[in-house]
């Protein structure tokens, strides 16, 4: 999608802090830090969010699951995180490509803020 922000970051034509990529999935530092480690991993392929997904997108979203795994423990997350899905403009989704907000490097505590 040519207006897509995160589909501009894929395609190298917005810059990002790159932290993970392979074929199917890129991960870069959130610039709206969060937290001490706020990565961003989404799909290379766009997919408007968690409520779109269609079934032969679900490999793609278990296959960020095993790098949400290693990237936890590369950024030494052992003691815990916060991984977020936004959906929709009522669950705060502000950039319209599925993505996940791995949070941590400090207590994140119960209600989220």
């Given at each position: 999608m040519?207006?897509c922000?995160?589909?501009?970051i894929?395609?190298g034509?917005i810059?990002?802090s ?8 890129l991960?870069?530092?959130d610039i ?5 480690v706020?990565?961003?991993?989404i799909?290379k ?8 997904l ?28 916060r991984?977020?899905a936004?959906?929709?403009k009522d ?11 791995l ?5 994140l505590g119960?209600?989220p803020?």
């Amino acid at each position: 999608m040519s207006d897509c922000l995160f589909c501009k970051i894929v395609a190298g034509e917005i810059p990002s802090s790159k932290v993970y990529e392979d074929e199917k999935v890129l991960a870069f530092h959130d610039i709206d830090k969060k937290a001490p480690v706020h990565v961003l991993i989404i799909p290379k392929k766009h997919v408007d969010s968690l409520a779109t997904l269609e079934a032969s997108d679900f490999d793609t979203v278990a296959h960020i699951m095993g790098v949400v795994q290693k990237l936890a423990s590369e950024f030494g997350l052992e003691d815990g995180f916060r991984l977020v899905a936004n959906t929709g403009k009522d669950g705060g989704q502000t950039v319209n490509h599925l993505h996940f907000h791995l949070l941590g490097g400090r207590s994140l505590g119960w209600p989220p803020g």
